[in-house]
């Protein structure tokens, strides 16, 4: 490791778990929130936000330890940071490293901002959404989400 790289190393590396890197800035505790982690849990969570990244860039960390979070997990987050890595760390190493992947569709993680939609009605109904190149768009519905996605997310 050079010189430069052990001044930028924030947050320790991590033993064994999933390190999901490059996140959009800003956006971690969004991560959290959609992967449902809120320290609660059993696990170490470990989270750099606005860390300088490359020439002129900024992005944040989420490291999560002692859990190794699978594809379909991690693909719902392509909404809101698709330029993630998910590094899968075993015995310090990386094991398994790729990019999250656009889903088809989201279930139960997006709320709909039409207030007449059913699935926002006093029963509750699993969220349903088909992703699209731009946005994502209710399967009651057909209301779309194009910008602030991350807002309708639901953090429950
Ligand atoms: N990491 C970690 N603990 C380890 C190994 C790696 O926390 N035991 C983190 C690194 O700090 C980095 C990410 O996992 O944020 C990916 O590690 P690595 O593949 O070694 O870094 P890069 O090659 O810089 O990754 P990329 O090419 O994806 O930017
Ligand atoms: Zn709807």
Redesign the pocket.
């Known amino acids: 490791m050079s010189q430069d790289d052990d001044h930028q190393?924030r947050?320790?590396?991590?033993?064994d778990g999933t390190?999901i890197?490059?996140v959009t800035a800003g956006r971690a505790l969004t991560v959290l929130a959609i992967l449902d982690i809120d320290g609660s849990g059993d696990e170490t969570v470990s989270v750099a936000m606005n860390v300088p990244s490359g020439e002129t860039g900024r992005k944040d960390?989420v490291?999560v330890e002692g859990r190794e979070l699978n594809q379909d997990e991690v693909d719902v987050l392509s909404l809101i940071a698709p330029e993630a890595?998910i590094?899968i760390?075993r015995e310090?190493?990386?094991v398994e490293?790729s990019r999250v992947d656009r889903p088809e569709v989201v279930l139960g993680v997006l709320s709909c901002p039409n207030r007449n939609c059913i699935s926002a009605g006093a029963e509750p109904i699993e969220s349903r959404f088909s992703v699209l190149t731009d946005g994502v768009r209710c399967a009651y519905c057909e209301t779309i989400i194009r910008a602030e996605l991350a807002e309708h997310i639901d953090v429950g």
């Open positions: 190393l947050v320790s590396k991590i033993r390190v890197d490059h960390i490291k890595t590094n760390v310090y190493e990386v490293k």
